[in-house]
């Protein structure tokens, strides 16, 4: 069990994660300091459309009117993520404004994070864009680490499961469990046509097939955290995949850290959610983290 860096939410101060994304005027590739990175991750933001299949209430993107899928510009993409790697691998992100007072150890590439602004897996030319990254990768003098960050809802569809396919071991796939109850998710992500069902078997089955990291995020809602009986349900999912044979290298549990669309939702109080990683803990023998 480990505990994370304490947010900005949650410190109620501002700190260097609490930083939004800055896209450096870029179209689909942003730089920012991210707590689960542990530093500084360069984001690819597959779905600039805002298309989503979830509506989490602790979501910061304005969706407003509903968007269509669309594909990205692939050649954009890898000129600005050439771009932007070259900025860090040089220190040169220093130089800029919002990077000027960052620690330096904080400024060292952690990771190239497939997400973005709706569900990744949801961009028409997925597999395209991930060959798009991989190509950018082996022309480099580092090797880089590339994580996909997903819901899981469209990870077995065929183009989809070529694209992540290509990952390799070093790579991460970090999946999306929030809710141990249909009722508590249908709360929390109000996803459309998908159920928890869907994501525990696309969780298991990625799982058996390569190891995977699961993020929980519990938000602070009209005033209430989960209840002991939800995270009791959310710990028995756990034990599930894991008796299941899922290969879970960490369990990363944090709440609300931007300010959320909805009024109603909040970061969940320190103490709470340190309750939660002790009972994943103790219950699952999982490697959890707390952020």
């Not at 101060?13 to 870029?26: A, I």
């Amino acid at each position: 069990m480990r505990i994370g860096r304490k947010s900005s939410a949650g410190a109620g101060r501002h700190t260097e994660f609490g930083w939004p994304r800055d896209f450096l005027g870029n179209r689909f590739v942003y730089a920012v300091i991210s707590q689960r990175a542990h530093g500084l991750s360069i984001g690819v933001n597959l779905n600039p459309e805002k298309f989503c299949n979830f509506k989490c209430v602790y979501c910061e993107i304005e969706r407003g009117e509903p968007r269509q899928e669309k594909p990205v510009d692939l050649n954009v993409l890898s000129d600005e993520l050439t771009r932007l790697l070259d900025l860090a691998d040089q220190g040169k992100l220093r130089d800029l404004p919002r990077f000027h007072k960052i620690p330096p150890e904080l400024l060292q590439l952690k990771e190239v994070a497939l997400s973005g602004d709706g569900e990744p897996t949801l961009c028409p030319n997925f597999e395209g864009a991930v060959e798009a990254v991989l190509r950018v990768r082996s022309q480099r003098p580092q090797f880089f680490k590339i994580v996909l960050i997903t819901n899981t809802s469209g990870l077995f569809q065929p183009h989809i499961q070529r694209g992540w396919q290509q990952l390799t071991l070093e790579d991460e796939i970090w999946v999306k469990l929030d809710a141990g109850t249909q009722t508590y998710m249908d709360q929390v992500n109000r996803p459309d046509g998908v159920t928890l069902q869907n994501v525990m078997a696309n969780i298991m089955q990625i799982g058996q097939a390569r190891p995977i990291v699961i993020q929980s995020l519990f938000p602070m809602l009209d005033g209430e955290g989960p209840s002991d009986e939800e995270i009791d349900c959310y710990i028995h999912r756990l034990q599930e995949l894991k008796a299941g044979g899922a290969q879970i290298t960490l369990v990363q549990i944090y709440s609300a850290h931007r300010p959320a669309q909805n009024p109603n939702c909040g970061h969940l109080p320190l103490n709470s959610l340190s309750s939660i990683v002790r009972r994943v803990h103790e219950q699952t023998r999982l490697k959890t983290e707390l952020f």
